[in-house]
């Protein structure tokens, strides 16, 4: 039976801490308690506690009431695969290879070790969630950098492209921390970014499932999708204005088939309100489509309603599915953004799991986990391409990396959180099926694409 609001990511009360540190994850948000049942991604994030030994965030100070320079002159790092021409702004940047990223959290943990791992995997790049309301404050304008510097100079130190995704606005910006009222604080930010880190940061991905109620102040319809053109295209404008060959991603829609104000729009309806509203204006202001597919218990060749899964629940809606992909890449196409590629941002299967709403994990072993997600890289890698054999999936973003490491770190351990459950490391840092697979799965893949 379909559950009515199982296509809803939650954001669940914040867990009262003595320090509370940059939460970060795939979908931001804060430890849940038990809520209504969620779709097949995660939601909530680890809250890392600060280290004994080190500092916390700094808190601002006058000198950081305006963007300083990188601590280390930005490296130009050129994404594998990219077009070789120059990058004009208003003209998407694409790929003429497939990218096979990992969503990692790096604040206050071992970077070394994951980003090592990163590496072992075969990975290209990775992505890290930006909390926006702890960096800047408790006044417009003031930036406490942080652990992030350190964040993006080791991720640049050890090869890897970075793609950030930017949640959570300052409460003096929207006391519900959702989408900025005024798109201008929003661009002003990320300008500040740019400006600070360069190309050490390759791509930007402007928020993140806007069409949850609860990213715009807890109602949200179909013309919110209007509100977020408008801060996409601020952004994308000061962006581009710094660096035109930065790479700026359309945010991806939570796969929903809910439409209700108080909890979500459909993803098709926001995903056409968004490439229809002031007569396409979108189109010339993002390189690539963020999509976040489902998965559930399905298997990756299966798609509702033609090639439905047998699995136990989750399977009678197309948005369940991974091939859900395919149908954004047709709302794409039908509305006149067919010459853009889609980013995959989050895909991933849950295992065994005590998460409310993250049940469907409970079918899946961890062999399975590894064969779901071997087939869906082969299904893109073979598929997903226009008719010349150039890819319109720019690049993927497996969920998760490390994250049943720092859930098993927690007061107390939770090493059976859903997060955990989605990645390719066991809470002792050692691999799981999926992750030696990948090695030799992304290895054979990039010989093919001559790299």
Known sequence: MKMPLAHVRTVAAAAALAIILPTLAACGGAPETPAIPTAALPTAAVVVTQPATGGGQPGPTADQSAPTAAPNEPTAVQPVGAVETPAVAGQAITFNNLQF????????????????LDGFAGFDWVRQQVVWKDIEGPQPGNYAWGELDKIVDDVAAKNFKLLVNIVQSPTFYNDTNGLPQDPQSLANFVEAMVKRYGRKIAAYEIWNEQNLAHENGGHVTVDDAGHYVDILVECYNRIKAADPNIIVLAGAPSSSGVNDPSLAVSDENYYRAMYRYKDGIIKSHFDAQAVHPGGS?????????DNPSTAQGWTDDATFYFRHVENVRKFMEEEGVGDHQIWITEYGWATANTTPGYEFGNQISFDQQRDYIVG?????????????????????????MNFAPLWAQQNPPNP????????????????????????????????????
């Open 101 to 116: 990223g990992v969503v990692n959290h790096l604040y206050y943990t071992d970077r070394e070790r994951v980003l090592t």
């Open 297 to 305: 218990a399905n298997p990756p060749e299966t798609l509702w309603p």
């Open 376 to 400: 869906a890289i082969k299904l893109a890698y073979d598929k997903y391409r226009y008719p010349d054999g150039t890819p319109w999936l720019g690049a993927m973003f497996l969920w998760n």
């Open 416 to 451: 059976e959180h859903e997060q955990a459950s989605f990645g390719i490391l066991n809470p002792d840092y050692s691999p799981r099926p999926a992750f030696t697979a990948l090695q030799g799965l992304l290895a054979q893949l990039k010989q093919k694409q001559g790299r």
